[in-house]
T-cell receptor, first 116, second 110 residues
Framework: DAMVIQNPRYQVTQFGKPVTLSCSQT?????MYWYQQKSSQAPKLLFH???????NEADTPDNFQSRRPNTSFCFLDIRSPGLGDAAMYLC???????????????FGPGTRLTVL | QKEVEQNSGPLSVPEGAIASLNCTYS??????FFWYRQYSGKSPELIMF????GDKEDGRFTAQLNKASQYVSLLIRDSQPSDSATYLCAVKGGYQKVTFGIGTKLQVIP
């Protein structure tokens, strides 16, 4: 089945220790997103890629970086995690069709990050 | 004013009843509207999307859109305990950014 896969599902890191979360997809979608979701809050978009074009949200801290080496994979790097970065990190994909229309998003299972 | 507003709930309905979930948005240029279901500790799952004014039905789910009033709703008929989850409204705005609401927690009481 075509799907969005995230690894690891649970990640524990220490304060200030860099961490990388990964996302892969078999949907062949050209758009990939990273969201941060804290308990009882809405998913917050950090950035997205349309093919190799990187689009950063204005309020995404510099501590968060992303890489997309190919269509299938996208990585979220947190350079110096703080206690406030503990959250669920969601990867999503979508297609972009004619004009500039982005279509519905499909989410991976998420990675729950704990910062000690 | 929040871009996408939802009542966080919980909304409690008895099994078999109709659950009505509402969402309002501020960007009049919004183009597409999505409803996602999210179980506790899980990722959002797309339930329905709607682009045009009016109703769109899919099984027990009906999405309703009124662009003039800037609201979108989701009706769940014959509610089941398995429908108990948080329902996220998502709106794609004029700049293609998708903004999520905080979600409404639905509890279906057996």
């Amino acid at each position: 089945d075509a799907m969005v896969i995230q690894n690891p599902r649970y990640q524990v890191t220490q304060f200030g220790k860099p961490v990388t979360l990964s996302c892969s997809q078999t949907l062949n979608h050209n758009v990939m997103y990273w969201y941060q979701q804290k308990s009882s809050q809405a998913p917050k978009l950090l950035f997205h890629y349309y093919d190799k074009d990187f689009n950063n949200e204005a309020d995404t801290p510099d501590n968060f970086q992303s890489r997309r080496p190919n269509t299938s994979f996208c990585f979220l790097d947190i350079r110096s995690p703080g206690l406030g970065d503990a959250a669920m990190y969601l990867c999503a994909t979508s297609t972009r069709t004619s004009g500039s229309s982005y279509n519905e998003q499909f989410f991976g299972p998420g990675t729950r990050l704990t910062v000690l | 004013q929040k871009e996408v507003e939802q009542n966080s709930g919980p909304l409690s309905v008895p099994e078999g009843a109709i659950a009505s979930l509402n969402c309002t948005y501020s960007d009049r240029g919004s183009q597409s509207f999505f409803w996602y279901r999210q179980y506790s500790g899980k990722s959002p799952e797309l339930i329905m999307f709607i682009y045009s004014n009016g109703d769109k039905e899919d099984g027990r789910f009906t999405a309703q859109l009124n662009k003039a009033s800037q609201y979108v709703s989701l009706l769940i008929r014959d509610s089941q305990p398995s429908d108990s989850a948080t329902y996220l409204c998502a709106v794609k705005g004029g700049y293609q950014k998708v903004t999520f609401g905080i979600g409404t927690k639905l509890q279906v009481i057996p």
